[in-house]
């Protein structure tokens, strides 16, 4: 079974060490933004979503994967589900992605819906020291505080040093709601993103509410409301020059 992580000192990815109050950036792409990946100027962390590739399968993805662990930066590896804004793969495609490009990465990212994979990927990537995100995405509507809290609960039960939520705001009082409960649970180590009409605001005002990571695209976006990472970067060094 899978051990609560407790709450302590922010997690690191790869050499980059994670704060409240320091934003950090992830440029976010696939199989089409895999040269702006490896430069991806702005950018503190790469995320590559292996789902977004024609044909995803493994030695596809560990060859992206090696282009950019030679580019520098910590990677983060995502094979998104359908049913939370990634393109349709079975689960045994999924697992052996993330099998295979595990030795690679800095991170993962798994959704906290997907059961059998976080049951499986996750014991591993604790074991051989990488950070793992658990996830979940609303894209219909804000959830209400109390189930916002509880995902954060239930993926601290399943091992997350990151919980991320992404939940869409089409309103300054949705908005809100995830900014008050990132406020709330900042010591439980979130990244809080709003997708939709409030998308690009929240990237830069859930940050000073805990939010650790703030994604950016290096091309077409991963997600709705998302800025380009050079804006977003510039934005957030006039905003947090610390």
Request: net charge neutral.
């Amino acid at each position: 079974m899978v051990q609560p992580t407790t709450m302590g000192r922010p997690p690191t990815i790869g050499s980059v060490q994670l704060s409240a109050g320091t934003p950090r950036v992830v440029a976010a792409g696939g199989e089409a933004e895999l040269d702006a990946l490896t430069q991806a100027a702005g950018a503190d962390i790469v995320e590559l979503r292996a789902d977004l590739f024609d044909d995803p399968r493994p030695e596809t993805i560990t060859a992206a994967l090696a282009r950019l662990r030679s580019a520098g930066r910590p990677i983060i590896l995502t094979v998104r589900a359908a049913s939370e804004g990634g393109r349709p793969l079975d689960e045994a495609r999924r697992h052996a992605l993330y099998a295979r490009g595990l030795p690679l990465v800095d991170a993962i990212d798994v959704e906290i819906a997907s059961d059998a994979l976080v049951a499986e990927v996750v014991p591993r990537a604790r074991a051989t020291g990488r950070t793992v995100l658990l996830s979940a995405h609303a894209f219909e509507a804000m959830p209400s505080e109390e189930a916002l809290r509880a995902t954060i609960a239930r993926a601290a039960g399943l091992g997350a040093d990151l919980t991320k939520i992404a939940a869409v705001a089409h309103d300054v009082d949705e908005l809100q709601r995830l900014l008050v409960v990132t406020l709330g649970a900042r010591d439980r180590h979130l990244v809080t993103l709003a997708m939709g009409p409030m998308g690009p605001l929240s990237r830069l005002v859930l940050p000073a509410a805990g939010s650790l990571l703030t994604y950016g695209h290096v091309g077409r976006p991963t997600a709705p409301g998302q800025l380009g990472v050079g804006e977003l970067a510039a934005e957030l060094r006039r905003l947090y020059p610390s």
